[in-house]
Every structure is written in structure tokens, then in C-alpha cells.
């Protein structure tokens, strides 16, 4: 609800934990909770919305490794 309630050109960060990061993530990408991406400690995904939630798409996915 937070989120929905934001202009459509908001640009926000959210930090969290494992499972609910991944769920999120595969959640405004496919519309579906089933995790999709591997976040591991530290990683980073970039999803961008286009005036709403779903569908989104993923503009990169970086892993502590890469960093």
C-alpha cells in the first residue's frame, strides 16, 4: 500500500532479508510470490516500474562476488 501510494516517478530503495527480498522481487516482475532470483548476502537487483506495480522489469541483478 506504502509503494502503490507514490508518484510514478519515484525512485525508491528497499533493503531486506531472505525469503521476503526474493518474493517481493519475483512478485513485480511475474506477478507471482514463487522467488525467481537467488539474492545472496550483500547482492543487488535494479526492477523498474512503469506506473504500476506489476509488471516490472529487471534492469540488473549483481551478486557480492561481481561487487
Known amino acids: ?3 502503490s501510494g507514490l508518484h510514478a516517478k ?3 530503495m ?3 532479508h531472505e525469503p521476503h527480498l526474493s518474493s517481493l522481487a519475483s512478485l513485480l516482475l511475474t506477478g507471482n510470490e514463487t522467488p525467481i532470483l537467488e539474492f545472496k548476502k ?3 537487483a535494479a526492477i523498474e516500474c512503469f506506473g504500476s506495480l506489476y509488471p516490472c522489469q529487471l534492469r ?3 551478486t ?3 561487487l
Do not use: E, Q, R
Open 1 to 3: 500500500a506504502l509503494i
Open 10 to 12: 519515484a525512485k525508491i
Open 14 to 16: 528497499l533493503v531486506g
Open 42 to 44: 550483500g547482492g543487488i
Open 60 to 62: 540488473f541483478l549483481i
Open 64 to 66: 557480492p562476488k561481481w
